[in-house]
């Protein structure tokens, strides 16, 4: 080892040349450099095996069971069966143990079903084959035998097999084009480039030849980023050193299209791949029904103490009695005497916390879970979430939020690709104040040989001709798109080109297509990318060539991208278009101010513009220009840093030449989902990062602005004019003004007598708001001012938002002291962070990829499809799993009550009231299923109604189902019932001659009989609340109860005598016998039941929900209201009295239409629709008066 290698090693490794840590050499096919370059040092690299699994067959069974001992319930019942196995308990421990192992056993089950679907599916894509070029030969390898260093061959449609660096391709000028559909959703066929002094090297038998390193980043999950540099060596001192960026990387999971075959070295394998680190899981989202539960759990748990530390203390008080201590059949052990006072009472605590833990329900946890990954699937399901155009349907990747779509109160939207289709039309371009039309339409149809130009204004001169074909240019060379033969490239759209489908464009973003095809239409035909020289064809018909020397990317915080081409004549130009907000500040000279007011007059009507501009370069600022831009793209620290200084430096200096105006239609329905969510009580908030003017346009044409809502400005150009803290406080007082005399409608938006506010800021001005100032101590107030604003406004619009500040939103309006469920929507990666902020994340599969899709919790097609996602799917959700919630607490408040008030007859013994067998499988068997069927199927009011009314989500909201009130009125219901049943038994039985024989009923008898009751009472109970039967609400509800019945036989050895369990033994036989055991079920039944069957009626009679008007109504029209009634019509009237001409409609016109009214009481608020003609004969048609909540008096059919 000479002194140069150690020199390279010391200051690698002591010095940290270079951050040496954060980045990795690899030595392409395992070759050592030439003698006196760089040290040899072989790294170790994981292989190439891929892992998603979570457990393996060694430690499924210990870390699945610490996973599900950590969640609290589990945990509680384990104490508790523990409690049982050490102790003297008055129940058997199976009556803990058995609940608490079917919980465990049926998670374990599922989770370990889930996970063996992964091993398989790493196992197929482990073992897929590989080709590797080693030794100048191609052998094949199992794909999770490579190793980083590796060749591999990569054939014209197959996957990649871990991340590659491009090395050479079959193509002459080594691209190779590459579908990334399964990574982010992008059907479209992307370009990625081999370094130039690599594509020569075409064969097995080159590659052998091939000497050279690359030094990179270490692995991250950035799928869009990478740095890098190879150095190459050609029989020289100092190697080649090229920059390798992301478009040298083939990333694992991509597809190669249109290219014969490719070389590529490995460069990140196994779980270090970028499609692997993106497995990382996102941060846990609870619901707010999930938040309610635990609450009542911790209130059920101090009613659980405080029961038990009642029936100790009673305990000891009634032993105090030296005649009570014990019966003389039960004398105690002198071990017990001699054991403390306090040790007893400690042990019978823990006694009586384990004759009454069944008021916890284990199995609720459970059933939850099951209800949810179940439900879910009718998501899926849903035929009327299917897009045919895309194929695909709605995708579940959270079921944990299902019934927080119920919740939802503020909902925040991305405007491309989510409000509108992101598929881009070219309509115009100006060029130095002249207007020009691509093509004359007629009747929808492009008229031949219309490629000529529509000159709004006059024509330019010989200079302005010049201006207008170097724009041509400009845009038929400053973009990424690539040209695609049609017989070579698959279900991609066509372009036209004069009626012959020769080729067509393609590129990652719809705007540059639309350009080039636009300019097309005017005469510039892009050609193709050829040895590095891009082909116009201009009007002359006349082929030019420019020599393409380097593009300076898009990327989101320029808001621009340039090229930098060589023409024929020699000549240097840098082609830049942008933002407006990009480019102007960065001209120098041209015709600024017409420009700039065509751009604005195109933004109000809603189209999306693009400035264009250029610079002439001498050979010295090319050479200074590529000195910079050589040098930021070899740093492998900080490089996108760099990159963006020496753009910035380069892109200045710019002549205008003119502007683009492009349209992106709205979505099919989108004004109509959007109106229905205001309906619906939510806020929409259009967050986008597109110029205020377009943005406006298109809100008003959703329907989120209407042309009566008085919009209010917090924008830049406001707040240059007077300060911010007074603009500020003047919209705060023009919102705030009309709540002295009246407080606003809850309408959202859509009452008559409110003015309709919209709010519209931009992201400057949003920093301001959210970054106080050190000067003025009252800014730190502007946040909450800000916000009193936005409550105020039925709708917000922020424009011109970075992906981070729309997650700022999205946190601000979660954090404020309403604590709204938030919703966020959208399409593109610039959307991830506010999908993930929010309760609920929406991705739409849209044309900017499938990174929102993959980061959301939910994933649908299109926009519109939104609106049965919350307005039905969520409504049903919120509706069954609130019931589930309530009913569990309940039945069990039912099951272990009377458990209570038994120790009160039997000296606080801690005799249980029930067998073990029925503790045992009271919520595993006989009540579980109803419950769950009901909260996979319940549909309380008909679909269609529910999307034709969208003001019924507001009936659910804030949580209405699950608020204290409601959980008190079940508790109480379930005591009541639990003290019926208990002391209806009690008193039945002071006849002690219940049988025919004379002969007494046991214990285990009266035991039997609660129970029974209880089992059919509770079943009942929810018989009662179902709305929706099908046979199988019928065949679960009725089956559980023979089920009961059968089991009970069977227990009792009846039906099998070899079951000769001795405490049962002919009881439950025994209780049948008799019949005022029989008259007792039946009326204690009916006892228990009629509070609440009053209670409802009573409710729906004198004070009737909107709801249930509409359940009344329906049933009327036996399940066809929604084909022919106005729903707003069935509304609680907003006044207490109705207006006087409301009482008297006009009745001197004959009934000659089939008219509806509202009808139920005398007074003017109503609540069925009824045809009028139905009650024409009737005298209750004089008696009951009219009365119309509605558009009018009549509403015809």
């Known amino acids: 080892m000479d002194f140069s290698t150690i020199r390279n090693l010391i200051s690698r490794y002591c010095t940290g040349e270079d951050n040496w840590v954060d980045n990795r050499t690899v030595y392409i096919?395992?070759?050592?450099?030439?003698?006196?370059?760089?040290?040899?040092?072989?790294?170790?690299?994981?292989?190439?095996?891929?892992?998603?699994?979570?457990?393996?067959?060694?430690?499924?069974?210990?870390?699945?069971?610490?996973?599900?001992?950590?969640?609290?319930?589990?945990?509680?019942?384990?104490?508790?069966?523990?409690?049982?196995?050490?102790?003297?308990?008055?129940?058997?421990?199976?009556?803990?143990?058995?609940?608490?192992?079917?919980?465990?056993?049926?998670?374990?089950?599922?989770?370990?079903?889930?996970?063996?679907?992964?091993?398989?599916?790493?196992?197929?894509?482990?073992?897929?084959?590989?080709?590797?070029?080693?030794?100048?030969?191609?052998?094949?390898?199992?794909?999770?035998?490579?190793?980083?260093?590796?060749?591999?061959?990569v054939k014209e449609d197959e996957t990649f097999p871990c991340d590659l660096v491009l090395l050479s391709s079959s193509r002459e000028d080594g691209t190779c084009f590459v579908t990334t559909a399964s990574l982010d959703g992008e059907s479209s066929h992307k370009t990625y480039y081999a370094v130039q002094d690599t594509k020569a090297f075409s064969t097995e038998e080159d590659m052998d030849t091939l000497q050279a390193t690359i030094e990179c980043e270490q692995p991250q999950p950035d799928l869009y980023k990478f740095?890098?540099?190879?150095?190459?060596?050609?029989?020289?001192?100092?190697?080649?050193?090229?920059?390798?960026?992301?478009?040298?990387?083939?990333?694992?999971?991509?597809?190669?299209?249109?290219?014969?075959?490719?070389?590529?070295?490995?460069?990140?394998?196994?779980?270090?791949?970028?499609?692997?680190?993106?497995?990382?899981?996102?941060?846990?989202?609870?619901?707010?029904?999930?938040?309610?539960?635990?609450?009542?759990?911790?209130?059920?748990?101090?009613?659980?103490?405080?029961?038990?530390?009642?029936?100790?203390?009673?305990?000891?008080?009634?032993?105090?009695?030296?005649?009570?201590?014990?019966?003389?059949?039960?004398?105690?052990?002198?071990?017990?005497?001699?054991?403390?006072?306090?040790?007893?009472?400690?042990?019978?605590?823990?006694?009586?916390?384990?004759?009454?833990?069944?008021?916890?329900?284990?199995?609720?946890?459970?059933?939850?879970e099951m209800q949810k990954f179940l439900g879910s699937y009718f998501i899926m399901w849903d035929d009327d979430m299917f897009d045919e155009e895309l194929g695909e349907r709605a995708q579940v990747n959270t079921s944990d939020l299902n019934e927080e779509l119920g919740q939802v109160e503020y909902v925040f939207t991305d405007k491309t690709g989510t409000l509108t289709e992101n598929n881009m039309e070219f309509i115009e371009c100006c060029v130095d104040g002249h207007v020009y039309v691509p093509h004359a339409v007629c009747n929808g149809q492009v008229m031949p040989g219309a490629v000529?130009?529509?000159?709004?204004?006059?024509?330019?001169?010989?200079?302005?001709?010049?201006?207008?074909?170097?724009?041509?240019?400009?845009?038929?060379?400053?973009?990424?798109?690539?040209?695609?033969?049609?017989?070579?490239?698959?279900?991609?759209?066509?372009?036209?080109?004069?009626?012959?489908?020769?080729?067509?464009?393609?590129?990652?973003?719809?705007?540059?297509?639309?350009?080039?095809?636009?300019?097309?239409?005017?005469?510039?035909?892009?050609?193709?990318?050829?040895?590095?020289?891009?082909?116009?064809?201009?009007?002359?018909?006349?082929?030019?060539?420019?020599?393409?020397?380097?593009?300076?990317?898009?990327?989101?915080?320029?808001?621009?991208?340039?090229?930098?081409?060589?023409?024929?004549?020699?000549?240097?130009?840098?082609?830049?278009?942008?933002?407006?907000?990009?480019?102007?500040?960065r001209v120098i000279s041209g015709k600024v101010e017409q420009v700039r007011a065509r751009v604005e007059h195109n933004a109000v009507e809603g189209l999306r513009t693009l400035c264009v501009a250029y610079r002439k370069l001498s050979p010295a600022q090319y050479e200074e220009?590529?000195?910079?831009?050589?040098?930021?793209?070899?740093?492998?620290?900080?490089?996108?840093?760099?990159?963006?200084?020496?753009?910035?430096?380069?892109?200045?200096?710019?002549?205008?030449?003119?502007?683009?105006?492009?349209?992106?239609?709205?979505?099919?329905?989108?004004?109509?989902?959007?109106?229905?969510?205001h309906k619906a009580g939510m806020k929409v908030w259009v967050l986008t990062g597109d110029k205020m003017e377009t943005a406006a346009a298109t809100c008003y044409a959703s329907k989120l602005f209407r042309r009566s809502t008085l919009i209010l400005e917090l924008t830049t150009k406001r707040t240059e004019e007077q300060s911010l803290h007074d603009v500020l406080f003047d919209l705060s007082r023009t919102v705030l003004r009309q709540q002295g005399g009246m407080t606003r409608d809850s309408l959202s938006g859509l009452s008559g007598d409110c003015q309709d506010y919209g709010l519209i800021i931009d992201g400057a001005t949003l920093s301001a708001v959210l970054k106080p100032s050190q000067d003025d101590s009252s800014s730190g107030n502007y946040k909450e001012i800000f916000l009193e604003i936005c409550r105020n406004c039925s709708a917000v619009l922020c424009c011109r938002m970075a992906p981070l500040q729309k997650a700022q939103i999205v946190k601000m309006i979660k954090a404020s002291k309403e604590h709204p469920i938030t919703l966020a929507i959208g399409d593109g990666a610039n959307d991830v962070s506010m999908i993930l902020e929010a309760h609920v994340g929406i991705g739409i599969m849209g044309?900017?990829?499938?990174?929102?899709?993959?980061?959301?919790?939910?994933?649908?097609?299109?926009?519109?499809?939104?609106?049965?996602?919350?307005?039905?799917?969520g409504h049903y959700y919120y509706i069954r799993i609130s019931e589930l919630v309530q009913y569990f607490f309940y039945k069990n408040v039912c099951f272990i009550f009377p458990q209570f008030l038994y120790q009160f007859f039997c000296g606080f013994s801690q005799q249980p009231l029930y067998d073990t067998a029925y503790l045992t499988l009271y919520n595993i068997s006989f009540t579980s299923l109803p419950i769950l069927l009901y909260s996979l199927i319940e549909q309380h009011i008909n679909m269609d109604i529910l999307k034709k009314d969208p003001s019924l989500y507001r009936d659910i909201a804030k949580n209405s189902l699950l608020r204290w009130p409601i959980f008190i009125y079940w508790t109480?219901?379930?005591?009541?019932?639990?003290?019926?049943?208990?002391?209806?038994?009690?008193?039945?039985?002071?006849?002690?001659?219940?049988?025919?024989?004379?002969?007494?009923?046991?214990?285990?008898?009266?035991?039997?009989?609660?129970?029974?009751?209880?089992?059919?009472?509770?079943?009942?109970?929810?018989?009662?609340?179902?709305?929706?039967?099908?046979?199988?609400?019928?065949?679960?509800?009725?089956?559980?109860?023979?089920?009961?019945?059968i089991f009970s036989l069977l227990w009792g050895?009846?039906?099998?005598?070899?079951?000769?369990?001795?405490?049962?033994?002919?009881?439950?036989?025994?209780?049948?016998?008799?019949?005022?055991?029989?008259?007792?079920?039946?009326?204690?039944?009916?006892?228990?039941?009629?509070?609440?069957?009053?209670?409802?009626v009573l409710c729906r009679a004198l004070w009737p929900t909107t709801t249930e008007r509409i359940q009344n109504a329906d049933k009327l029209y036996k399940g066809q209201l929604s084909e022919f009634t106005p729903m707003a019509s069935l509304h609680a009237p907003r006044n207490k009295r109705a207006e006087p001409h409301n009482l008297n409609p006009r009745r001197s016109e004959p009934f000659t239409k089939k008219l509806m009214f509202t009808q139920w009481r005398r007074k003017p608020s109503y609540c069925t629709f009824t045809p009028l003609i139905r009650f024409a004969g009737s005298s209750r048609l004089s008696r009951a008066g009219y009365a119309y909540n509605g558009a009018g008096p009549e509403t015809s059919v």
């Open 847 to 873: 044309k900017e990829g499938r990174q929102a899709a993959r980061n959301s919790d939910y994933a649908i097609p299109k926009f519109k499809h939104l609106k049965k996602m919350l307005l039905v799917h």
């Open 29 to 153: 096919a395992h070759k050592e450099p030439p003698p006196g370059a760089e040290a040899y040092i072989p790294q170790r690299y994981p292989d190439n095996r891929i892992v998603s699994s979570k457990y393996t067959f060694w430690n499924f069974i210990p870390k699945n069971l610490f996973e599900q001992f950590r969640r609290i319930a589990n945990f509680y019942f384990l104490i508790i069966f523990l409690v049982q196995l050490i102790i003297d308990t008055p129940t058997s421990p199976i009556t803990s143990g058995l609940p608490l192992f079917f919980v465990i056993t049926v998670t374990a089950i599922k989770q370990g079903y889930e996970d063996w679907l992964r091993h398989k599916a790493d196992n197929s894509i482990n073992q897929c084959p590989v080709l590797v070029v080693q030794h100048g030969k191609v052998i094949r390898k199992q794909s999770r035998n490579l190793r980083v260093g590796d060749v591999v061959l």
């Open 227 to 368: 740095v890098g540099r190879i150095n190459i060596y050609l029989n020289r001192d100092e190697p080649i050193a090229r920059p390798l960026g992301s478009e040298n990387l083939l990333l694992r999971g991509a597809t190669l299209k249109n290219t014969e075959h490719i070389y590529a070295v490995a460069i990140y394998t196994g779980m270090e791949t970028k499609m692997a680190l993106n497995y990382q899981s996102k941060s846990q989202k609870r619901s707010a029904v999930e938040k309610s539960m635990n609450a009542y759990l911790i209130v059920y748990l101090c009613i659980l103490i405080s029961k038990a530390l009642i029936n100790t203390a009673l305990k000891y008080a009634w032993q105090a009695n030296p005649d009570r201590d014990e019966p003389w059949y039960n004398h105690k052990t002198d071990g017990e005497r001699q054991r403390h006072v306090l040790i007893r009472a400690f042990t019978d605590f823990l006694a009586f916390m384990v004759l009454f833990n069944y008021i916890i329900p284990v199995s609720m946890y459970v059933t939850v």
């Open 625 to 677: 220009a590529c000195h910079l831009l050589n040098g930021a793209k070899l740093a492998l620290q900080d490089r996108d840093k760099k990159l963006a200084e020496a753009y910035d430096l380069v892109e200045k200096d710019l002549i205008l030449l003119g502007a683009t105006a492009v349209e992106d239609r709205l979505q099919d329905k989108a004004a109509d989902t959007i109106e229905s969510l």
């Open 452 to 585: 000529g130009m529509d000159m709004i204004d006059s024509s330019p001169g010989p200079e302005g001709k010049e201006s207008e074909e170097l724009f041509f240019r400009a845009l038929c060379l400053c973009h990424t798109v690539q040209v695609k033969e049609a017989e070579t490239v698959d279900g991609i759209k066509q372009g036209l080109h004069q009626g012959k489908a020769t080729s067509f464009y393609i590129s990652s973003s719809p705007d540059e297509v639309a350009l080039v095809e636009g300019m097309k239409r005017l005469g510039f035909t892009y050609l193709r990318l050829k040895d590095n020289h891009m082909e116009i064809l201009n009007r002359e018909d006349e082929i030019e060539r420019f020599q393409l020397l380097d593009v300076l990317t898009f990327d989101s915080v320029r808001r621009r991208m340039s090229v930098i081409v060589r023409s024929s004549t020699g000549e240097n130009y840098l082609f830049c278009k942008g933002a407006d907000s990009s480019i102007f500040p």
């Open 1053 to 1096: 050895g009846i039906i099998w005598p070899f079951l000769n369990y001795q405490r049962m033994y002919y009881v439950f036989m025994q209780m049948l016998s008799s019949g005022p055991a029989w008259l007792s079920i039946i009326l204690l039944i009916t006892v228990s039941l009629l509070p609440d069957v009053v209670k409802k």
């Open 972 to 1045: 109480f219901l379930g005591l009541f019932d639990a003290v019926v049943f208990f002391f209806g038994a009690y008193f039945l039985f002071d006849n002690t001659t219940f049988t025919s024989n004379g002969q007494m009923f046991g214990n285990w008898t009266f035991g039997t009989l609660v129970f029974t009751v209880l089992v059919f009472t509770v079943t009942l109970k929810l018989a009662l609340d179902t709305h929706y039967w099908t046979w199988i609400n019928h065949f679960v509800i009725w089956g559980s109860l023979l089920f009961y019945v």
